[in-house]
């Protein structure tokens, strides 16, 4: 097996014609992550939100998959993975999604706590991470303004109020509401992973100290971080925060877009991944 500079095998670069297939991945400890690859070119993993799952990427899947490898997994516990019965760590999930597929490096496409995982995962891993994308991301060490909208967002998290948290998710995350574009799909979505979430947030494990705020400055991949205008305000800080302070990022604001953005405007976030990954 032979590598490339993007880390892609004489395999991968071999299935430019091959169709989308859903493959099994073996967790860390136990378990299966549902993952799904096709295309063919230089590899990317998307990553999706807390309460989310793969279905995030479906509009654009295709036309990515026509220049890349691409990887889309569903998160420990939330689509169709199992759940969790154990402590588990969403970086070593992903480093383990990377391993199974023979991938030494790859790009990163993140949304969210996707994002955050991304960051997370090239500040303990830079060697393996080609490229950034970072959509309406959190970043760990992050400190949340105290506004009630997100006081009741975490409280619901906390006590596990799964009913709660779906319709706050939706009322605060997807903020354009359900005659936007993607609207339904984003329901059926946050409802079906309510109960699961509550289950993965508690055995996903957070090692102390494991801030990527701080460390920003220290990221050595080409960075691109978007969010969309319609999105949380405070996700406007974030991305701020990260054009700012890791070198070379590049930022952009989407218009008509809220946290949602591959529903809301999947033709502009596909043109502009395709144009910042390698």
């Not at 295309?39 to 990317?44: D, L, Q």
């Not at 949304?111 to 955050?116: A, D, K, R, T, Y």
């Not at 997370?120 to 949340?144: M, Y």
């Not at 494991?210 to 969010?227: C, F, M, N, Q, S």
């Amino acid at each position: 097996m032979f590598w490339n500079d993007h880390g892609v095998t004489t395999d991968s670069r071999e299935r430019s014609d091959m169709p989308l297939r859903e493959v099994s991945v073996p967790a860390p400890g136990g378990g299966r992550l549902w993952a799904e690859r096709g295309g063919g070119g230089s590899p990317v993993v998307l990553l999706h939100g807390a309460g989310m799952d793969s279905r995030l990427w479906d509009a654009v899947v295709p036309e990515l998959a026509r220049h890349h490898d691409v990887i889309r997994y569903d998160a420990r516990g939330l689509g169709r993975s199992t759940p969790p019965g154990k402590p588990f760590s969403d970086v070593e999930d992903l480093r383990a999604v990377l391993d199974h597929f023979g991938l030494r490096r790859a790009a990163l496409v993140g949304l969210s706590m996707g994002g955050e995982t991304a960051l997370d995962f090239v500040l303990a891993h830079p060697e393996r991470v080609t490229a950034l994308a970072l959509i309406g991301a959190s970043v760990s060490g992050h400190v949340w303004p105290q506004r009630p909208e997100l006081a009741a967002y975490d409280t619901a998290r906390r006590e596990r109020e799964t009913a709660t948290l779906a319709e706050l998710e939706l009322t605060i995350w997807a903020a354009m509401g359900r005659t936007a574009p993607g609207g339904e799909l984003i329901e059926a979505m946050v409802a079906s992973n309510a109960e699961r979430r509550a289950v993965s947030e508690r055995h996903c494990v957070v090692p102390p100290g494991r801030d990527a705020e701080p460390h920003l400055g220290d990221i050595a991949a080409p960075t691109l971080v978007i969010h969309g205008d319609q999105d949380h305000p405070e996700i406007a800080v974030i991305a701020g925060r990260l054009v700012t302070d890791i070198p070379g990022a590049r930022g952009e604001t989407i218009p008509d877009a809220d946290h949602y953005l591959p529903f809301r405007t999947p033709e502009r976030l596909t043109k502009l991944l395709l144009s910042h990954l390698p």
